[in-house]
Every structure is written in C-alpha cells, then in structure tokens.
C-alpha cells in the first residue's frame, strides 16, 4: 500500500498568512495526488485533483504543487473560513489512502 | 444537483450485521465508480471499499476483507455496504463518495454525502 505522510499535524497562523502544508508519498504517484477540505465533522469537500488544478468553485487563494512523491497545498493569504482539516490522498494504486489530515487554526 | 444520502446507520452489538445505503441523484449513476470512506471517533478518513460504474469490479480495504461487501444497483441509482462480523473498531461515519470515472483508480471523489453513524457496541 501506498502510505501518505502529511506535515505538519496541526499549525495555527494568522489571518493574511501564506500557509504551506506537505504530503509525501512512499512511492511515486505522478501527479494522482487530491486535497479534501473537512470543516466541523462535516464531510469532506474537493480542493485540488491532479495534484494541482482547482476545483471549481474553490478559492483561488487555494494551489496545489508537487508531482512524483512530494506534494504541497498552499493557502496563499489565509482566512478565518479557512480553519478545517486538510487531507491528500492518492488515487494511484488500489487501496485508496489518505494522509492523516493537517488541522489549521487562527492565531 | 448532484447529491449523495446515506442511511441505515445505528448501534450493534459487535459481532452484528448492518447494510448502508447511498441513494444518488443528479447525476448518471452507471457512468462513475463509487466507494466508501469511514472516519472514525476523532480520527481521519479511510477508505473502505470501492466499485466500478459497471459494478462488474469491487475493491475492499484489508480491515474489511471478508467481512464487507459493497455492491450497487444502477436501475435504483443506490450503493450499499453489507457489513457482518462487525467489531467495535468499525465503528465511525461512513460516507459514500463518487469518483469522476467509471473506474476507481486515478480518480477523484468529487461529491460526498452527509454520512451515516454507525456505533459497534455491547
């Protein structure tokens, strides 16, 4: 199975800031890599796919990085919406697998 | 609009039976795979188990193998996950959620539902 190591676990910064958070994959994967968004325990919602193009309706302070096994989800100025649970997954390989999420607060 | 509505979620007594269903609409259903993702207590999302447009492929995470069964009815536009031998490490939200293929490799979930409970427990 394909494992996917997200960075940090958890950051807090303040409203305005550049964010950056980073997943790895134990193998390569192209550029098979999405970002899910997860506000409140409600479920998650679609980010970035393929690595780095925006789902509509996303924000375009939203981008996505990376290619291969190193990947990276950038908030170019954050806001107070923000705040919620980042994950990336890659759709590579079957199983499915996720990272263990990136929580962002407000400082 | 394109949307997802899980049910039968509840409590059981580990060791129980339990079948979800993920009822589509908006979209053609027979056109994309689908799967399942639980998150459990306090904890990140999992993936479970998938399934092709057709149905004719089925994928199941090795926590689950042998014990889940995932399969669709594409005239009634509705997933379902058979779960038996349930244990309590089962227990979180399941969610279904749609990939935009009709396979389920290198796709993406672009639309997921609410989640259904479902809480093992004596």
């Known amino acids: ?107 | 609009e394109v949307q997802l509505l899980e049910s039968g979620g509840g409590l059981v007594q580990p060791g129980g039976s339990l079948r979800l269903s993920c009822a589509a609409s908006g979209f053609t259903f027979n056109n994309y795979a689908i799967s399942w993702v639980r998150q459990a207590p306090g904890k990140g999302l999992e993936w479970v188990s998938g399934i092709s447009g057709s149905g004719g492929s089925t994928y199941y995470a090795d926590s689950v193998k042998g014990r889940f069964t995932i399969s669709r009815d594409n005239s009634k536009s509705t997933l379902y996950l058979q779960m038996s031998s349930l244990r309590a490490e089962d227990t979180a939200v399941y969610y279904c959620a749609k990939g935009n293929k009709q396979t389920l490799r290198l796709g993406v979930f672009d639309i997921w539902g609410q989640g259904t409970r479902v809480t093992v427990s004596s």
């Open chain 1, 1 to 107: 199975d394909i494992q996917m190591t997200q960075s940090p676990s958890s950051l807090s910064a303040s409203v305005g800031d550049r964010v950056t958070i980073t997943c790895r994959a134990s193998q390569s994967i192209g550029t098979y890599l999405n970002w899910y968004q997860q506000k409140g325990g409600k479920a998650p919602n679609l980010l970035i796919y393929g690595a780095s193009s925006l789902e509509s309706g996303v924000p375009s302070r939203f981008s996505g990085g990376g290619s291969g096994t190193d990947f990276t989800l950038t908030i170019s100025s954050l806001q107070p919406e923000d705040c919620a649970v980042y994950y990336c997954q890659q759709s590579y390989n079957i199983p499915v697998t996720f990272g263990g999420g990136t929580k962002v607060e407000i400082k």
